[in-house]
């Protein structure tokens, strides 16, 4: 009788301890539920990237790329490159863009004005310029690479040889907007305002149904040694003051920064110092060069060897390049002949003619 009214009693009362397996069991559910539903609805999670299994088909394959040696998204690794010239008159700078190439090229358009020809591969720039005009010697550097070659317009010999050769071209003059545009500001000629993106070049590039992988000739790579001691600086006196280049080796960062005009050059989007993992100057012979249009420009030896001086690390290695055609790769050796190992990251290639090459400063 007691035993009935105790269960009579329980029943009343309810049973704690089913009360909390419920909400347990309850919990447990809303988890699972919550868990699922973001997993189908954002593969990106961060859910994704911590339970086990989920992520395995949406990690990143970083894979080494050909041409800075760095290791990046398998997708882009071996994406086409892509040279584009880009102006360094003052009214020019800041330019945009130039860091996120894998490589650049510095050398003199007319009279000591330098001008660069930047080389994608791996990374977007989602503004790059101002854009100018193409040069024989660019063409050349750029074949290296079976490079698309973006540019406005050009003397008309480099347009002669970009045509001869085959360029893969995107000339300005045949695209227009949107590709290229115009950014006017006061005071500003119109020759230092137009711009292009690497994305929209590619696009191009795509509906031309043009090689989407790169295959040219890599450099040797080795893994970086920073030296926390070195001190080491370089000077490239191109012509006058707006154009004397000056280069800091950074132990913290195992980079050379760049200095121009006397200030240091820096990106205009993203403030960001301009840095180069290897540093190199190239001696190239020139020689004055008259289009048939009277245009007044440079011709450079571009095929044949040379001296060079190479800075990795901060440390000067006296050397020579050689280039066997047009489409092969400049190569780099020290003084024993034997081919130069550089390390992964940015280049910055100074092409100077003989008088210029002899007054290199390295303090």
Sequence with gaps: MDDEKNLTNLKSQGNPWGVVSSIIVIVILLVVGTV???????????????????????????????LDGTKVDETKAKRHPLAIIVENHPEARPQVGLDKASLVYEAISEGGITRFMAVYGPHDANKVGPVRSARTYFVDWASEFDAFLAHVGGNLDALDKIKAEGILDLDQFALGDPTYWREAEPGKAIEHTMYTKTESLYNIANQKGWPKSGEFEALNFRDPKPDSTAVQKISVDFSEAQYKV??????????????????????????????????????????????????????????????????????????????????????????????????????????????????????
């Design 246 to 363: 000056e280069w800091e080796y950074n132990p913290q960062t195992n980079t050379y920064l760049r200095t121009m005009a006397g200030v240091p050059h820096r990106d205009r989007d993203t403030g960001d110092r301009l840095a180069a993992s290897n540093l190199i100057v190239q001696e190239v012979e020139r020689w004055e060069a008259i289009t048939s249009i009277n245009e007044q420009g440079w011709a450079m030896k571009t095929i044949g060897s040379g001296k060079a001086k190479i800075f990795i690390e901060g440390k000067e290695i006296d050397g020579t390049w050689k280039k066997t055609s047009r489409t092969s790769r400049t190569l780099f050796y020290d003084e024993k002949g034997k081919e130069i190992s550089f390390i992964p990251g940015f280049f910055w290639y100074e092409i100077t003619p003989p008088d210029v090459f002899k007054a290199v400063k390295v303090l």
């Design 36 to 66: 699922l539903v973001l997993h189908y609805l954002k593969k990106d999670t961060f859910l994704d990237k911590i339970l086990p299994g989920n992520n395995s088909g949406d990690q990143v394959k970083m894979v080494t790329n050909k």
